[in-house]
Structure formats: structure tokens, C-alpha cells
């Protein structure tokens, strides 16, 4: 059993539309297409058992919640003031492009260093000094406390906001004050985190920043055309997947519900504008990036040794049951250890990681140094459970022994945005798998 969280931002609201700072302001509402969105975000969660609702008690996230629950068909949520937006007392109201000009050298700390953006501010018992981020971290900590010690193996749905949705996320993940910049939430996305335990164990990723239901299928970068956008895709099902084998390096291809999951991703991506497309050369992710490049025929396949799975070496063909028997303990020592475990006559996760980074690397330089791309550039990228897992530790700013807190659906997209003119990259959207069959991911848990 685990703890199932459903993390959803308000609708669009009026301040989102005027550009303004909102933080624990309570002036802004919902427009109609947050209303719109809200009640979208409804439908796209029929079907899932919730034991709880919280959301937070200002009005646009709680004016999504109750829009949320009529479409349920649930009683309206428990509002908890842990779910408030980040507090910029210096900035509420204001639009941001009047905040850059009042405050230039605090703007560029919250672009590039939010953690360390420092606010004074006036009441009636004089000045007092916040740090927003390190006090949303704060918040999100005690959050998780509350909500894990209390709901323990059950399901539970939040509405919040972009900064409380990003801490709660980043501080489940273990990724730091840091990671804050590295992701995004856009209005009524959905994301999920699973909690096999108590507050301070692992929490994974399902899905992060899902927007499919709203009838976009990822959300818009944040400077369009300043972005090099890479779509991950891990490949279709085989048998061994769905038998729970080791397969690694050993070349499986597709079965029918692979090529089935091929067919629909490729649909989910027909309308996106690619210019290239690489693929590991083994059978099942080179299939998968084939049935995709139906829909795109003028786009070349380009093959990348270093994107093939990880060698288990003597564990390949192998179930767990019998990897146990040969080897006791190091499939427990893989789930909870994963960087200490060398594969007998394999690899060891370091060394996955420095060949799929070094190349992760090489692919998007050579695409922001292509003169024949058009901007925003948009990448396809076909690999693997455990080469995307490493990527996404990569661009998350995490490290091999954090390699299970993503998951990795047969099928599933994941959207990575570089900014052309260097800078943090953004994980936009992760283990995408609306297009097989709704929020929750049910592809085959497998083997690697």
C-alpha cells in the first residue's frame, strides 16, 4: 500500500491574466476559462477513489476545489491555510512587469536564486523580514507531516497554487530549495506523487504537470521562442515487461500492446512540429520512435548507442524471484540503493549515468547549434525506463541514489525545456500516459 497524492493548480484567474503577483492576495478569481478548466480537471478524475479533499482557502484555488467536487459528485474540501500561495508582501498586487522595474536586483534573485530573495515588510508592530521560498519549504514540510501521519494508505486530492504546488513536489522529492526553478505548474494541471510511507521515506513521481485534459497536450514554454523543447519517450510494452524480467541490453521488441501503446503516443504527438529525432538502437524504443515518425515522415531517425538500457549483465532474462535466489538481498539493495549495486557482469548506475548524460548532453548541443532548426526547437528522444529515470535525476538536479522517484510509464512522455541562451532547464511535464488510458499511469510495472 502507498499514499496516492493528486496535487491540482486553481483555473486561470483574473490576476493571472493581468500579470500580476498574487501570493496570499485573496482579490483575484477565477475567469471563465478557469471555470472551464476547473470543471475539466473534474471529469479527468472521474473514475478515482478519494478519501480526502483539502484545498487552499483562497479564492481561486477554492473556488477550482468546489468546482472540482460538483464534477466528483464529493463534499466540498477541508481548507487548510498549509496550501496558501508563497507570501511576497513587497510585490502582491503589482504586475510583474512594475515589480522588475521597482525592484530589478530582487526580480533577477527570484529568476535565478529564488531561495535566496529577502522581503521587508510593515505592520502595526513594525518591520519584519521574510525569506518566501525557505518559508513555502517550511509550510510544504509541515504539510506533508500533517497529511502523511493522518491519511496513511489512502488517496488524497489538493488544490493549491504554482509556488505551494512546486515546494510540496520539490520537498516529497528530497530536491532542495534549488530544484524550485527547475519545475512548473500551469493553471489546472495535474500531477500525482506516490508515498510508500511515512514523511522523510522516498516519495515517487507519477506524473507531474499533466495538462492533456485542458486539450493541450503539454504546456506552453514559458519563452517560446527562446526554447529548445525535448520530448522523452520511453518505449512501448514487451512480454518481458509485462512478465517482470530483466531485459537490459538484451534486444526484446515490442508486443501487441507495445505497438498499440506506439500507435497511440505517436497520435498524442502527431500535431507536434519536431526537427529531429533520436532513438536508442535497440528493437522496442526504435520501433516506438518508427510508429511516431509516421505522422513525420520528413524527419530522419538518428541512432544513439549510449540511450541503450542498462546492462544487468547476468540478471538479464532473469525474474526477481530468481535473481534472489542467486543473489540474496541485492534486489532489496536495487529498490533501496539503487547507486550501491554493481550488476554482476553489467553496469552500476554511475556508469549508466555518466554515458546517457554525456550524450543527453551532446544532443542538445548539437540541436541549439543547428542553423537550420527554426525556434522554439522541439526534439524526440526514444529510450528506456532506466535511461529516462536517469535524465529526469539529471534535469530535476538529483543524483543516481534518486533514481526510483520517477516513474516511467511503457509509453509515457516526459517534456524537458532548454533555454537557448543557457540557464536551468525546466521539466515541464513528466511521465505523460493521458493518451493510454487517463491521470493515473496503469502500464506494466516490469522489470527494466
Known amino acids: 500500500m502507498a499514499t496516492k497524492v493528486v496535487i491540482v493548480r486553481h483555473g486561470e484567474s483574473t490576476f493571472n491574466v493581468q500579470g500580476r503577483v498574487q501570493g496570499h492576495g485573496d ?7 478557469g471555470i472551464a478548466g476547473a470543471k475539466q480537471v473534474g471529469q479527468a478524475l472521474k473514475g478515482i477513489n478519494f478519501d480526502q479533499f483539502y484545498s487552499s482557502p483562497l479564492r481561486r484555488a477554492y473556488e477550482t476545489a468546489l468546482e472540482i467536487s460538483y464534477q466528483l459528485q464529493v463534499s466540498p474540501p477541508e481548507k487548510t491555510d498549509l496550501l496558501k500561495e508563497i507570501f511576497l508582501p513587497a510585490w502582491e498586487t503589482l504586475k510583474f512587469e512594475e515589480v522588475k522595474e521597482k525592484y530589478p536586483e530582487a526580480y533577477q534573485h527570484w529568476h535565478s536564486s529564488p531561495q535566496d530573495l529577502r522581503m521587508d515588510y510593515e505592520t502595526p508592530e513594525g518591520t519584519k523580514t521574510v525569506y518566501p521560498l525557505r518559508d513555502l519549504f517550511v509550510q510544504a514540510q509541515a504539510f ?7 491519511h496513511q494508505d489512502q488517496t488524497i486530492l489538493l488544490v493549491g497554487h504554482s509556488g505551494i504546488n512546486r515546494a510540496l513536489i520539490c520537498t516529497a522529492l528530497g ?4 530544484g524550485y526553478i527547475r519545475l512548473q505548474q500551469a493553471n489546472c494541471a495535474i500531477n500525482v506523487l506516490n508515498f510508500p ?3 522523510g521515506e522516498p516519495a515517487q513521481l507519477e506524473g507531474f504537470n499533466l495538462t492533456s485534459h485542458l486539450g493541450d497536450p503539454f504546456p506552453t514554454p514559458r519563452f517560446k521562442e527562446k526554447t529548445l523543447r525535448l520530448l522523452l519517450v520511453r518505449h512501448g510494452e514487451t512480454d518481458w515487461n509485462r512478465q517482470g524480467k530483466f531485459q537490459g541490453q538484451i534486444d526484446v521488441p515490442l508486443n501487441a500492446t507495445g505497438r498499440e501503446q506506439g500507435a497511440k503516443v505517436a497520435k498524442f504527438l502527431e500535431n507536434v512540429p519536431l526537427q529531429f529525432a533520436i532513438t536508442s538502437p535497440l528493437l522496442r524504443p526504435k520501433a516506438t520512435a518508427e510508429a511516431i515518425l509516421q505522422f513525420h515522415p520528413q524527419i530522419e531517425l538518428g541512432l544513439e548507442p549510449e540511450l541503450a538500457e542498462i546492462s544487468h549483465g547476468a540478471w538479464e532474462g532473469k525474474l526477481e524471484p530468481e535473481v534472489e535466489a542467486e543473489y540474496p538481498g541485492e534486489i532489496e539493495r536495487w529498490r533501496t540503493v539503487p547507486h550501491e549495486v554493481q550488476m554482476p557482469a553489467g553496469e552500476n548506475l554511475q556508469q549508466v549515468w555518466d554515458r546517457a548524460i554525456q550524450a543527453w548532453d551532446q544532443i542538445i548541443e548539437t540541436a541549439k547549434n543547428n542553423p537550420n532548426y527554426t525556434k522554439p526547437i522541439v526534439g524526440l528522444v526514444v529510450a528506456h525506463d532506466a535511461i529516462n529515470k ?3 535525476c539529471h534535469v530535476a538536479g538529483l543524483g543516481p541514489e534518486e533514481f526510483w522517484q520517477f516513474k516511467q510509464g511503457n509509453g509515457a512522455v516526459s517534456v524537458i525545456d532548454y533555454p537557448l541562451d543557457g540557464g536551468t532547464p525546466r521539466l515541464q511535464a513528466m511521465n505523460i500516459t493521458t493518451h493510454l488510458g487517463g491521470v493515473l499511469d496503469r502500464t506494466a510495472a516490469g522489470a527494466l
Not at 144 to 150: A, C, R
Open 144 to 150: 506533508w507531516q500533517f497529511i502523511l501521519d493522518k
Open 27 to 33: 482579490a483575484s478569481t477565477l475567469t471563465g476559462k
Open 390 to 392: 536517469v535524465i529526469l
Open 197 to 199: 510511507g511515512d514523511w
Open 175 to 178: 530536491m532542495g530549495l534549488e
